[in-house]
């Protein structure tokens, strides 16, 4: 079930937000937002770092971490009347995306809706593939060959090998000059990952899942383990979180990659000179057609334009919601 949490403030402001894993986000906020009633939304700060200190002692699920912030956020920027990309220093708000797949069966079904993708805009693509080594040789080797040689390629490996097969299959993305190797293997292992650095040239895209927001990334940096760094709202504390992150990487030479859609990544990826691209996952045929026309985000011709209205973007039915609410807390 999904989840939709509303802050309402003393100035009439009403922040939002949905989520899934609903029923564990109200249990959450059954049990621990309401020592937030009488917080001042606009100190970010503040409230990040209080919510910190809950996980302490809750171990609060990733998605869930960020959630106040994110809320706070949607808050403070229709407080400023300013888009949340340029409270948060405004980089670009034209952002390409790359067309992300989710894992399809069978080697047809990825050339067409990839080639379907090309052919509507998109210049970068990455590949959630079947972790057998090679079968995923077989695939992104045709994706090259499918896209041509000017186009970004990455390579998502969901955390699936050890570090011997990992070796093995980035050097084949290597000589396909694929833009980045992502999360071959888990990623509580890090001396797995600096022995994979050290041997490879191609860039390993990293920490993306793992627990402790920047304090988590730092270790990765000083220890060598990734060559990229990963960051999002969503596994890395809202988008107060996020923003460390991305400038932890960037204080290091290194390019934080915004990981997931949504609204929150989109205005993180507007806001940030170190980050490529967007993702936009691609389901089916009829789903890639409508990019173009979804009402959140939409991606025309391979591009996100980042939303300039102030909020996150989100617009609620708020009768609606309360008609359908199975429960309310």
Not at 15 to 36: C, I, N, P, Q, S
Not at 37 to 57: A, F, S, Y
Not at 214 to 223: K, L, P, Q, S, V
Request: charged share 25%.
């Amino acid at each position: 079930r999904t989840a939709v949490i509303r802050m309402e403030t003393d100035s009439g402001i009403v922040g939002a937000v949905e989520t899934k894993r609903g029923d564990a986000v109200v249990d959450l906020v059954r049990r621990r937002y309401h020592e937030f009633i009488g917080e001042n939304p606009l100190l970010t700060e503040r409230l990040w770092n209080l919510m910190w200190e809950v996980d302490r002692v809750e171990e609060i699920h990733m998605r869930s971490l960020g959630l106040l912030d994110i809320l706070c956020w949607d808050v403070k920027s229709k407080q400023a009347q300013m888009p949340v990309y340029q409270m948060l220093g405004g980089d670009n708000r034209i952002v390409p995306a790359y067309a992300s797949t989710v894992t399809w069966p069978t080697m047809d079904e990825y050339e067409r809706y990839i080639k379907m993708s090309r052919d509507l805009g998109f210049k970068a693509f990455k590949l959630h593939a079947w972790g057998d080594v090679k079968r995923d040789i077989e695939l992104s080797t045709n994706l090259r060959k499918w896209v041509g040689p000017d186009a970004d390629l990455m390579f998502d490996g969901s955390a699936g090998w050890d570090l011997v097969t990992s070796l093995e299959f980035g050097r084949v993305l290597e000589g396909e000059n694929f833009l980045w190797y992502e999360e071959p293997m888990r990623e509580f292992d890090l001396t797995s990952y600096v022995k994979l650095t050290e041997q490879l040239s191609i860039p390993v895209l990293a920490c993306e899942t793992s627990d402790g927001c920047h304090w988590n990334a730092a270790m990765w940096i000083d220890m060598g383990a990734l060559d990229m760094m990963r960051t999002s709202t969503h596994y890395k504390g809202g988008i107060t979180g996020a923003m460390k992150v991305a400038h932890l990487a960037e204080a290091h030479g290194m390019r934080a990659q915004v990981h997931g859609m949504g609204y929150g990544n989109a205005h993180v990826c507007a806001a940030i000179p170190n980050n490529d691209y967007y993702e936009q996952l691609i389901f089916s045929e009829a789903h890639v057609r409508t990019l173009a026309g979804q009402a959140e985000l939409p991606i025309v011709d391979g591009i996100l334009h980042a939303p300039e209205t102030p909020g996150l973007g989100h617009e609620f039915d708020w009768e609606a919601i309360e008609k359908t609410a199975v429960h309310v807390v």
